[in-house]
């Protein structure tokens, strides 16, 4: 079956510079010409940033709660069925596909030992702190989400080359009657921080320009 190539999954890096206080290519002397409406990031060094204000925005550090010590993560595997697994460890995978679950596929247990914090740095994608999570059924204490799922993913499916995954992607949590990856609780409190930092009417006023461009 052929897949159909998503234009607007892919990016492309353009370089530039400022001259004149105008954003122009690096090569020439005209801007790039970006379709209306386009939304992106201008990653520049952090010293080249004139207005003070802004410059502590972007480089503001915040460590904010994400989940409690004693909750369940379940970590997904891509296996088509329980046989794929090790004799042994077959058992441990739990199948989520009835309608309280958002994804189908097989899942791993997880428990957080610790609590789950999100630390945010300025402009930069978010990223997990360190937290022991206990995996019951190999019996084994992981020192984070990313090495519990190495942890996992060795155990389960030993024949694969890389054993290292987006834990925001491959883990879940609970919520009422939904389940929703690690992503989902990142991006609602990014939503919250943005308001913190930019302003909830500046930060409302993007979100009404991005639906008005979709």
Known sequence: ????????????????????????????????GLQEGTVGELVVPAFSVRDPVLQTTLNREMTLPLLDAGIHIWFRLYLDRTGDAPPGLQEALVRKGDKNWELQGFFVEGVLMAALQLQIRGGKV?????????????????????????????????ERRSHTGNVFDRCFVERGDRTVPLRGLREAAEGAVEETLWGTTAVEAARRRLKGSG
Not at 25 to 30: S, T
Not at 142 to 157: C, G, K, R
């Open 1 to 32: 079956m052929s897949v159909i190539p998503d234009p607007e999954a892919k990016t492309v890096s353009i370089p530039v510079r400022v001259k004149d206080g105008q954003v122009v290519l690096f090569y020439g002397e005209q801007p790039p």
């Open 126 to 158: 978010p990223s997990l702190m360190p937290a022991a999570c206990r995996v019951p059924c190999l019996r084994r204490e992981a020192d984070s989400l990313n090495h519990a799922y190495t942890l996992i993913s060795t155990a389960f499916q030993p």
